[in-house]
């Protein structure tokens, strides 16, 4: 319906039509505001080369007029790209824009945000003094979306990384007293990770004693998994950290360490070519124990078709100090022993 009455309407009547549809706003869900920011925007779209003209710019003197005029409340359920499609400036309009469209903001390269500690520091407080709570989780959904599309590990700018970490740590201060295990995790392990070089003793402070050691272990684990991303004249602080937790939180035991192997591409002919498995299926034929399979070496189990020793392979020894071996395949060039 809105599609037909803004078909070939002049840009005077748009904007009238968008006054009353700002009307109706409070009253609408979530999808229909979003479907009606995009009738919206194609109709400027199409119009672009009328919008800016003198009759078309009556009552508009800065970018903030053109965003209230044009699109009214419906310009939050546009994206940051969109806005810059009609040049309008991201910092000009900071506070007319949602938390998604500020998380863009900061992470686009052309408004130089993670090189400017005053800029980000102004789009943190934008949040932090917004009446809807959730603002500055809505930031960091788009936040974590874009670091990881853009491939961002760390923001470098030791400043601005600062003043992101410490205003999102103030922010969330008087909330970890309730803050679920799976919470932390939330923000340690997702939201702060390119921000966790700033880290430092000094900050644990914010961190209720009182916490569940399952709430521990996900702080534990996301400052010990940012190890792995940050370069070596970054990482004292958050090993600090850690010792400082452990000290912090002795009835809690330390996490199990993330080991993470490397995937290594093998030529399954060439990696075999050298091993006979020959006098293995014969054993395995005859039911031999457990002693004489365990002569043989991974390599040579590895190198036997799959088929031979099916899924898998439990063998029963008498030797005290082995109870189990079990063989499973992954493919055919790699095999995971456990001992048991």
């Avoid at 006054?19 to 672009?48: C, H, N, Q, W």
Wanted: contains cysteine; aromatic residues 8%; negative net charge.
């Amino acid at each position: 319906m809105l599609t037909i009455a803004t078909s070939n309407v002049t840009c005077t009547n748009y904007q009238v039509i968008v006054k009353g549809m700002d009307r109706a706003f409070p009253e609408m869900t979530e999808g229909r505001r979003e479907g009606i920011a995009g009738v919206l925007l194609k109709y400027l779209r199409i119009s672009v080369h009328l919008i800016n003209e003198p009759v078309c710019r009556l009552n508009i003197h800065n970018d903030t007029d053109w965003l209230a005029i044009n699109l009214g409340p419906y310009s939050e359920y546009t994206t940051y790209s969109d806005l810059k499609d009609f040049n309008i400036s991201g910092v000009a309009v900071l506070d007319s824009l949602s938390p998604n469209q500020k998380a863009e903001l900061v992470l686009d390269p052309s408004t130089g945000a993670l090189e400017n500690e005053t800029l980000v520091k102004k789009v943190f407080i934008s949040l932090l003094e917004s009446p809807r709570e959730e603002q500055l989780n809505e930031f960091f959904v788009t936040f974590v979306e874009v670091t990881k599309q853009e491939n961002i590990t760390i923001i470098t700018n030791t400043a601005v990384r600062d003043t992101m970490l410490n205003l999102t740590l103030m922010a969330l201060a008087p909330k970890f007293d309730v803050f679920e295990p799976k919470d932390f995790q939330l923000w340690f392990q997702v939201n702060l990770v390119v921000l966790l070089a700033s880290f430092n003793p000094g900050r644990l402070v914010v961190i209720p004693l009182n916490i569940t050691c399952e709430s521990y272990n996900a702080i534990f684990t996301g400052l010990d998994q940012s190890l792995q991303s940050l370069p070596p004249h970054l990482s004292q602080g958050v090993e600090s950290s850690l010792e400082a937790l452990m000290k912090t939180f002795q009835r809690c035991s330390r996490p199990p360490a993330l080991i993470v192997c490397k995937e290594t591409l093998v030529n399954e002919k060439q990696l075999c070519a050298g091993f006979n498995s020959t006098q293995l299926k014969q054993q395995m034929s005859f039911g031999n124990s457990s002693e004489s399979l365990c002569n043989f070496n991974v390599s040579e189990y590895a190198c036997s078709s799959v088929s031979f020793l099916n899924s898998s392979l439990n063998v029963v020894s008498s030797n005290s100090h082995i109870s189990l071996i079990r063989i499973v395949f992954v493919d055919v060039t790699h095999v995971d022993v456990t001992v048991v």
